[in-house]
C-alpha cells in the first residue's frame, strides 16, 4: 500500500484549493446561492478541467481516477460547494462514460465535462429505503413499439431541481435499465425542496414517459455491475467530501479553543477538552486514511473487495463525523447552535452525507454480504 | 423499601394521566410527539389548563398556591404530563423566578409578580448569560449604578430563550465592578417594554429561534425590583439553577421519545431489524435504571437536595441519556431526513416535496436536542463541580 500523492495529484490539488478559498468566503458557505452564480461556477469548475476529470479524453477530458476526483471532492466538502459535483461528474458522468455508445457519448458526455450540461442521478425511491435491486423499483419501463414508456416516481434526487437531464434506473421485466431523460421531457413532473444542508432536491414523478433506445444506456447484467460499482465510486466520494468538512470542523474548533476565554483562561487549557479534542483529530485522521483506501479500492481493486473496503470507510466515516460534529456543537457552546456560526452547517452537510445512498446500517449489510461471500 | 407506589399514589398517577387525556388539545399534543415548533398560544393553552385545576406551580409551597404534594408526587406528575405529550413547562416565571421570589421577595414583590405568573398572564425572560460570560456566568459584566430611587443598567445579554414570548426580564447585573467576581452582583427585575431594552432573535441551526439577545441601553429600573440585597445576587442565582436543575432528567420526555421509536420502527416495516431492536432496548433499560436513582434520591431525603452532587448527577445522565434516543430516533429515520423544510416543521404546514412524512423532524429534532448538555450549566460544568465535591470536598 502506498498513500503518497504524485506530484500532479498535489498541483491539482492546490489549483482546486486555490478556486475554492477564491469562490467560496467563508460566510457565504451553507447559504443558499442564485441559480446564475451556480451557472458561473459551475462553467469555472469546467475551465478547470475539474468536471471531466474521470472523463474519457476522446469527450474532452481527462480520464483519471477517483483518487484524483478524491481531492477535489475533498475541497468542495471543505468549502460547501453546493455544486452539483457529485450527481454531475461522479455519477452521471462514470456511468455515461462506462456504458455509452460513442454517439450517446457525444451527445452527453462531452456537454458534461464542458459544464454546458448537468445531470442527476434518479435512484432512491419513496416507498422503500435504499433498495437498489430493480425487482423492488416501482419505476417501470413498458415496450412500445421500438421505443418504451416510463412511470413511477424517483425520490432524493440530489440536485434534481434544475438538472438539465437525469439518469434514472428503472426496472423492465424485473431487469434494470439505465437511462437518460432530459428534464424537458413530455410526462415528467418535478417537485423541488430544499436538503437539510440547503442544497437543491427533487423528488421526479415519469407519467408514459417516451423513451427512445437510443436513451437506454446499459441493461440486464451490464447494468446491475454498473450501477454497483458507480454507488462505490459515490461512497467513496462522499467519503472525501466529508472529510473536508470535518477538517474545516476541527480546524474551527481548534481555533475556538484558542481563543474563546472562561474562568480566566482559553477553553484549549481544561483537560477535558483537550483530551476530546485529540479523539476528535484520531476520528478525522483515521478517515482520511479510509476516504483514501476507499478512492484506491475503486480505482483498483475488483468489485467484490471494493464494495466491502467502501462500506467499511462509509461506516467508519460516518462514525466519526457523528462524533466530529457533536464535539464541536458541544465545545463551542450556545454559538455551536447558531445559524451564524460556520459549524451547524458543517455538521449538516455531513448528516446529509451520511444518509445519500444507504446510511450506516445499509454500509453495515453491505459489509457483512462481501465478507460472507469473500469468505 | 418497596418496588411499586402505593395504590394512594397509583391513583394519583391515574388522575393525572386522565386529566391529561382529557384536557390536552389534540393538535398541541401532536405538535409534541412529532417534535414540531409550538406557538405560544400553545404553552399558554395547556398552562390555563393546569393553573384551572391547580397545577400550574407544583414546587411552589401550598401557600402561594401550590397543590401541596409530596415529591413523588411531583415526580409522577411531571412524567405523567410529559409521557401524555403535554409541553414543558418553559415559562421561567414558573420554574425560575417563583421559588425566587417566594424565597427571597418583598411581599410586595410577591402580590405584584406571583399571580400573573400563575395565570400565565405575565411570561418571564432568564437574563443571565452574555457573550463573554456563559459557563463562567459570575464574569458578567452588564452594569447597574444606582441614580437616585433608579438604578442605570447598561449591557449585553444573550441566549435568552423566549424573551419574544416574555413581558418581563429577571437579570444578573454588577452593583460592584471592585468586589470579587461573585460578590458584586445583584439580581432585578424589569418590564421588557421600559426604554432602552431592544430584543433581537438569534436563528438557530435547526431552523428554530427560541433565542434572543437583549441590548440594554441606559435602562431606567426602578430600585423596588431589586430582590433581596444588593450584591447578594449571586446566593439566589444558584438557589434558583439548583431548581433549574431538578427536573432536567427528563424521564417523561424520555418515555415519550422511546415510545415514538417504537412506533416509527414498527410503521417502517422495521421490527426485524435486530441493530435497532437491540439499541431500543439498550436505551429502555437505560431509562430504567435513571428512574431508579431518581427515585432513590427522592426517597432518600425527602427535602430534596438540588443543589448537591445528585441533582448534577441526574442532569448529567439524563440529558445525556435523552440525546441518545434523539440520535436513535434521527438513526431510525433513514433518507427521510435528508429533506428539510421550516413548513415541514408546523403542523399546519404542508411542504410539497416532504408531505406530511413526520420524520423529516427528526434531523431538527437531534439537532436541537444538542442544547441539552449545553444549557442549565453544560456536562462539563455539571462533571467539574461534582468532582470537586467529590475529591476535593
Ligand atoms: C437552548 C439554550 C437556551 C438557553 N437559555 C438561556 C436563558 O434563557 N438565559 C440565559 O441566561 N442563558 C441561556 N442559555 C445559555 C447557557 O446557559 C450557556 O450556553 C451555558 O452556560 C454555556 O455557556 P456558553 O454557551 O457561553 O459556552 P462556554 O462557557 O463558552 O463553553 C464552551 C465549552 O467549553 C466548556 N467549558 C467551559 N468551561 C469549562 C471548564 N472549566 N472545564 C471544562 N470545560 C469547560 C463548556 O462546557 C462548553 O462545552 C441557553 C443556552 C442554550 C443552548
Same mark, same amino acid.
Request: glycine share 18%; net charge negative; hydrophobic share 30%.
Given at each position: 500500500m502506498d498513500f503518497s500523492i504524485s506530484e500532479e495529484q498535489l498541483q491539482l490539488r492546490d489549483a482546486v484549493k486555490r478556486f475554492c478559498d477564491g469562490e467560496y468566503p467563508p460566510e457565504m458557505r451553507g447559504q443558499q446561492v442564485s441559480a446564475d452564480m451556480r451557472r458561473e461556477r459551475w462553467g469555472m469548475m469546467a475551465e478547470l478541467g475539474l468536471i471531466g476529470l474521470a472523463v474519457s479524453e476522446t469527450c474532452g477530458?481527462?480520464?483519471?481516477?477517483m483518487v484524483e476526483q478524491m481531492g477535489v471532492l475533498e475541497e468542495l466538502g471543505r468549502c460547501l460547494s453546493p455544486e452539483p459535483y457529485l450527481s454531475t461528474a461522479v455519477i452521471s458522468g462514470s456511468l455515461i462514460n462506462a456504458l455509452g455508445t460513442s454517439e450517446q457519448q457525444q451527445r452527453w458526455l462531452a456537454p458534461i465535462a464542458m459544464g454546458q450540461l448537468r445531470v442527476a442521478f434518479a435512484l432512491d $425511491?419513496? %416507498? $422503500? %429505503?435504499?433498495?437498489?435491486?430493480a425487482s423492488l423499483m416501482e419505476c417501470r419501463l413498458t415496450l412500445e413499439g421500438e421505443d418504451y414508456r416510463l412511470s413511477g416516481e424517483k425520490s432524493l @434526487?440530489?440536485?434534481?431541481?434544475?438538472?438539465?437531464?437525469y439518469v434514472v434506473a428503472a426496472q423492465h421485466d424485473g431487469a434494470l435499465q439505465l437511462l437518460v431523460v432530459p428534464?424537458?421531457? @413530455?410526462?415528467l413532473t418535478r417537485t423541488t425542496g430544499s436538503t437539510l444542508d440547503s442544497r437543491e432536491i427533487a423528488t421526479l414523478c415519469f407519467a408514459d414517459v417516451l423513451i427512445s433506445s437510443?436513451? @437506454?444506456l446499459a441493461e440486464g447484467e451490464r447494468a446491475e455491475c454498473a450501477l454497483q460499482a458507480v454507488l462505490d465510486r459515490t461512497s467513496a466520494a462522499l467519503c472525501a467530501e466529508s472529510v473536508g468538512a470535518m477538517t474545516e470542523l476541527v480546524e474551527q474548533t481548534r481555533e475556538f479553543l484558542k481563543v474563546r476565554k472562561q474562568f480566566g483562561a482559553v477553553?484549549?487549557?481544561?483537560q477535558v477538552l483537550q483530551h476530546r479534542f485529540v479523539d476528535m483529530v484520531i476520528a478525522l485522521e483515521q478517515s482520511r486514511s479510509m476516504a483514501a483506501v476507499a478512492a484506491m479500492a475503486v480505482d483498483e481493486a475488483d468489485a467484490e473487495k471494493s464494495r466491502k473496503l467502501v462500506s467499511a470507510a462509509r461506516v467508519s466515516v460516518a462514525r466519526a463525523a457523528r462524533l466530529i460534529s457533536k464535539e464541536a456543537v458541544q465545545m463551542h457552546?450556545?454559538?455551536?447552535?447558531?445559524? $451564524?456560526?460556520q459549524v451547524g452547517h458543517y455538521v449538516k452537510r455531513l448528516m446529509v452525507a451520511e444518509r445519500l445512498f444507504g446510511d450506516i446500517s445499509h454500509q453495515l449489510q453491505n459489509f457483512a454480504k462481501s465478507t460472507a461471500t469473500a469468505a | 423499601m418497596r418496588l411499586e407506589f402505593t395504590p394512594k399514589e397509583e391513583a394519583f398517577r391515574q388522575e393525572v394521566r386522565q386529566f391529561v387525556k382529557d384536557e390536552l388539545d389534540s393538535a398541541i399534543k401532536a405538535k409534541v410527539e412529532r417534535g414540531l415548533r409550538l406557538e405560544k398560544a400553545d404553552y399558554v393553552a395547556w398552562y390555563t389548563k393546569l393553573f384551572d385545576k391547580g397545577w400550574? &406551580?407544583?414546587?411552589?409551597?401550598e401557600e402561594e398556591?401550590?397543590?401541596?404534594? &409530596?415529591p413523588i408526587q411531583k415526580y409522577l406528575f411531571d412524567e405523567e404530563t410529559l409521557l401524555g405529550g403535554a409541553p414543558r413547562i418553559i415559562a421561567s416565571g414558573i420554574n425560575m423566578l417563583g421559588p425566587v421570589l417566594i424565597a427571597f421577595g418583598t411581599p410586595k414583590q410577591k402580590d405584584q409578580y406571583l399571580p400573573a405568573i400563575r395565570r400565565s398572564e405575565s411570561w418571564w425572560a432568564q437574563g443571565f448569560s452574555e457573550p463573554g460570560a456563559g459557563?463562567?456566568?459570575?464574569?458578567m459584566r452588564t452594569t447597574a449604578v444606582r441614580d437616585g430611587d433608579h438604578y442605570i443598567v447598561n449591557g449585553h445579554k444573550v441566549w435568552t430563550s423566549y424573551a419574544h414570548f416574555c413581558d418581563k426580564l429577571f437579570c444578573l447585573v454588577k452593583t460592584?465592578?471592585?468586589?470579587?467576581p461573585q460578590e458584586g452582583i445583584s439580581f432585578l427585575l424589569m418590564d421588557?417594554?421600559?426604554?432602552?431594552i431592544e430584543v433581537r432573535p438569534i436563528k438557530l441551526?435547526?431552523?428554530?429561534?427560541d433565542l434572543n439577545e437583549v441590548y440594554l441601553d441606559n435602562v431606567r429600573v426602578p430600585v423596588?425590583?431589586?430582590?433581596?440585597?444588593?450584591?447578594?445576587g449571586w446566593t439566589y442565582a444558584k438557589y434558583l439553577l439548583g431548581h433549574e436543575r &431538578?427536573?432536567?432528567?427528563?424521564i417523561g420526555a424520555s418515555k415519550q421519545q422511546l415510545l415514538r421509536v417504537k412506533r416509527l420502527i414498527k410503521e417502517q416495516g422495521m421490527a426485524g431489524d435486530s441493530h435497532f431492536q437491540r439499541r431500543v432496548t439498550e436505551l429502555e433499560i437505560e431509562l430504567i435504571a435513571l428512574e431508579a436513582t431518581g427515585l432513590r434520591i427522592l426517597g432518600a431525603?425527602?427535602?430534596?437536595?438540588?443543589?448537591?452532587?445528585e441533582a448534577s448527577m441526574l442532569k448529567v445522565r439524563g440529558t445525556e441519556l435523552r440525546q441518545d434516543i434523539f440520535e436513535l430516533l434521527y438513526e431510525v429515520a433513514g433518507p427521510a431526513v435528508i429533506p428539510f423544510s421550516e413548513e415541514a416543521m408546523r403542523l399546519e404546514g404542508v411542504d410539497p416535496l416532504i408531505?406530511?412524512?413526520?420524520?423529516?423532524?427528526l434531523a431538527a429534532n437531534f439537532l436541537d436536542s444538542r442544547k441539552l448538555s449545553i444549557y442549565g450549566g453544560t456536562n462539563e460544568v455539571q462533571r467539574n463541580v461534582t468532582s470537586k465535591m467529590l475529591l476535593q470536598g
Open positions: 477530458g481527462s480520464d483519471l481516477g $425511491e419513496p %416507498r $422503500e %429505503r435504499y433498495a437498489y435491486q @434526487v440530489l440536485d434534481g431541481a434544475d438538472a438539465d437531464a428534464a424537458d421531457a @413530455v410526462g437510443g436513451q @437506454v477553553l484549549g487549557k481544561f457552546g450556545a454559538m455551536g447552535m447558531t445559524d $451564524e456560526c | 400550574i &406551580t407544583p414546587g411552589w409551597p398556591g401550590g397543590p401541596g404534594w &409530596t459557563s463562567d456566568l459570575a464574569s460592584d465592578k471592585d468586589a470579587k421588557l417594554d421600559t426604554p432602552g441551526y435547526e431552523g428554530g429561534n423596588e425590583n431589586l430582590i433581596g440585597e444588593e450584591n447578594k &431538578t427536573g432536567i432528567a427528563g431525603n425527602q427535602t430534596f437536595n438540588a443543589q448537591g452532587a408531505g406530511d412524512d413526520e420524520r423529516s423532524s
